[in-house]
């Protein structure tokens, strides 16, 4: 099961990440007075940056253990938040019309492997939002893909464990899947490891497609970035990101 194992490692991981570029975008959009929900939420990074600018925001993932390291990291700020293990696919039976914004940032997205998966999310994000709401999202690019991911592999070694980090593209018609091998080997002891295996699956549609499911179920895209500007060659980029506002 996805992040079984990486949620111990996750934010070591994800050290190069520039998440300044996630709450800009959060800045450009929302006013903190608005009641904001982050979905795929994971260990509460984004959302804990966000709540120390003062913003209100609650978070969903549908992994205890990374809601778990979430609770943690929000216990030693001074900042609360609601957290909630749910799965984004299943939205629709949530409140009705409760947030003025929804995000869901670094790919979590590409978790949703089927084009119903994707209705379902979308739908479900309608259904909470407020008129006028704003749900704003990413993808990989398939560029990315092609290019920085299909058999690449990388290693790293901390003092407590070292990792293996292999991925792999199969590219269809309309889709492409992206395949992580992550193995863990945790050091017990001089010379004695524990190997512990995870895959990860991450399935990419085509820019339209994301695009056509957010106007069929009510959303008006507003803007659409590439990696975080619009002025670099859209063919090019690794990230694409979805601003859209809901409409009745
Ligand atoms: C790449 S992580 C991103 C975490 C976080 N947004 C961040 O910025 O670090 C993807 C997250 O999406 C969550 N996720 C995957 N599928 C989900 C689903 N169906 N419903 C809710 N969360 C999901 C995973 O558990 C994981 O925490």
Redesign the pocket.
């Known amino acids: 099961m996805?992040?079984e194992h990486f949620y111990k490692y996750?934010d070591l991981l994800?050290n190069d990440v520039n998440y300044e570029d996630?709450i800009q975008i959060v800045n450009q959009y929302f006013n903190t007075d608005d009641s904001l929900l982050?979905?795929?939420?994971?260990?509460g990074?984004?959302l804990i940056q966000l709540l120390e600018k003062g913003f209100s925001i609650d978070g969903?993932?549908?992994?205890e253990e990374?809601l778990t390291i979430a609770k943690e990291k929000i216990s030693q700020k001074k900042v609360s938040s609601n957290l909630f293990l749910?799965?984004?696919?299943e939205l629709e039976s949530e409140k009705k019309a409760n947030y003025d914004g929804v995000i869901c940032?670094?790919?979590?997205i590409n978790?949703?492997e089927t084009k119903v998966d994707v209705e379902n999310t979308f739908k479900g994000i309608y259904h909470i939002l407020k008129p006028d709401g704003i749900f704003i999202f990413d993808i990989h690019s398939i560029h990315k893909l092609l290019t920085k991911m299909d058999g690449y592999s990388y290693n790293e070694t901390f003092n407590s464990f070292t990792y293996l980090w292999n991925t792999f593209v199969e590219v269809f018609n309309d889709h492409s899947i992206l395949y992580h091998e992550l193995s863990f080997f945790i050091k017990k002891a001089k010379n004695v490891y524990v190997r512990l295996d995870e895959a990860h699956k991450q399935t990419v549609f085509n820019e339209a497609f994301y695009a056509s499911i957010l106007e069929k179920y009510g959303f008006k895209i507003i803007n659409i970035l590439y990696d975080f500007n619009n002025s670099i060659d859209k063919e090019k980029c690794d990230r694409i990101l979805f601003v859209s506002k809901k409409c009745l």
């Open positions: 996805a992040y996750y994800m996630w982050e979905v795929g939420c994971g260990t990074t984004i969903l993932d549908i992994s990374m749910g799965d984004m696919r940032f670094l790919d979590s978790y949703l």
